[in-house]
């Protein structure tokens, strides 16, 4: 077994889970293969202006764009070819602190690096790396991960349509999935069956995972839906399990939480059998790291792994985790799209591919079974696999990539 190092990077911003959510995958998936070296955007830039003003912009932003979708920060000033592309300035400062690292420790210059975030490729490039990877995150790119002579790999054929309309050759394209960490592949394999049965008969979910972004534009479709589920629960509908990702302990996640445990009160019964009604986060001594990890656990629920049932419908915003729970097979609500990106994917997925439903059309529905049944969503999302649409990769051909990037560039 080759042992050699990867450098993978994440943005490490609070507020931006799904970049962390992929980095979480990619460093599972390719540890298998090689020694991974993790190191974060943020943590990597030590400037006063750098911890003082970008990065908590950067952070204000992402706020104001989630709960302001009409704005539009980093579009890349760009024509239809490569050499109209332009490094967004954005992307120039949150690359600003691994170009100085770069630059102290060329030794990286001579191992693979990897990241599913473009300022982190557009840094590396700057500095004249030449084994550079970037990882498909979404549905559809930001028009920053177009970045001219650098491999990307996309999850679909969505997404390598879309870079090839930004003007991405051909033959920098790989399309090998979307990364899921090697629990979460076993898991989606193991339950197939058992996730076509739900769908196909109208059964009763045995257990709805929820999780929210970075941001949390979404808190009060949160809300909303546990209220739901909680009427539906009263009104006899045999719901096994609830498991709601807040994030970290942020005030207004320990807000949330505080909310959803009244909604709640004792009026589900926890037992040995996995049933119940559970919140993670919104606590104190919560992280990032944990809700990461929180998540990827939930995702590849099984009795045996964590003592709860396997993951039959997940509510979440077309990002990070719509694009794992849909090479997984598990049926999707919606939850409001924020950012360009997102409203291509919600498109995508309620109107092409017809595998998930929008949360303001599943607040109309009176009969949890329906949830599943309306358009076989799951008997769709089955034939869209089989016809190599969506896949997903637990680290093989990822590594496989990797090792033809360093055997070229020999």
Known sequence: MNKEKILLITPGIRNSRGHEIHG????????????????????????ILGRLLIWPAVEIMKTLIAQFPMLSFD??????????????????????????????NP????????????????????????????????????????????????????FTDELLKLGVK???????????????????????EVRKKVAL?????????????????????????????????LAGHQLCSISVVVGDNRPDRVRLRKKLMNIIQNQILEDTKGRGFRVFGGKKGFTKKDEVKKTWELVASSIETNGLPPVDLMFTRPNDMSLISTAMGIPTILYKACGSHEKKAEHYLTNSAKFSIPFQRWKKIKQTGEIID????????????????????????????????????K
């Open 374 to 409: 309306l358009g076989n969503p799951l008997e769709a999302a089955f034939i869209m696999k089989s016809r190599g649409l969506i896949k997903s990769d637990s680290g093989g051909n990822l590594i496989e990539v990797i090792n033809e990037l360093c055997t070229d560039l």
């Open 201 to 233: 008969t109208k059964k009763n979910p045995m257990h709805i995972l929820i999780t929210m972004g970075g941001a949390g534009p979404e808190t009060n479709e949160v809300i909303e839906t546990v209220q739901k589920l909680k009427e539906l629960i």
């Open 75 to 104: 579009e890349a000033a760009r024509g239809t070819s490569n050499k109209k592309y332009k490094v967004g300035i954005s992307t120039i400062l949150l690359g600003r602190g691994l170009v100085k690292f770069f630059k102290k």
């Open 24 to 47: 979480y995958a990619i460093n599972h998936a390719l540890r298998q293969y090689r020694h991974i070296e993790m190191r974060r955007l943020k943590e990597l830039d030590k400037s």
């Open 170 to 192: 051909k033959e920098n394209i790989r399309e090998i999935g979307v990364i899921l960490t090697p629990k979460a592949e076993e898991n989606a394999k193991k339950y197939i």
């Open 107 to 158: 030794f990286y210059q001579k191992i693979p690096v990897v990241s599913s975030h473009y300022a982190a490729i557009a840094a590396g490039k700057k500095t004249g790396l030449k084994k550079l990877l970037i990882i498909g995150p979404d549905f559809f790119p930001h028009p920053q991960t177009a970045i001219p002579d650098v491999v990307i790999t996309s999850p679909g054929k969505v």
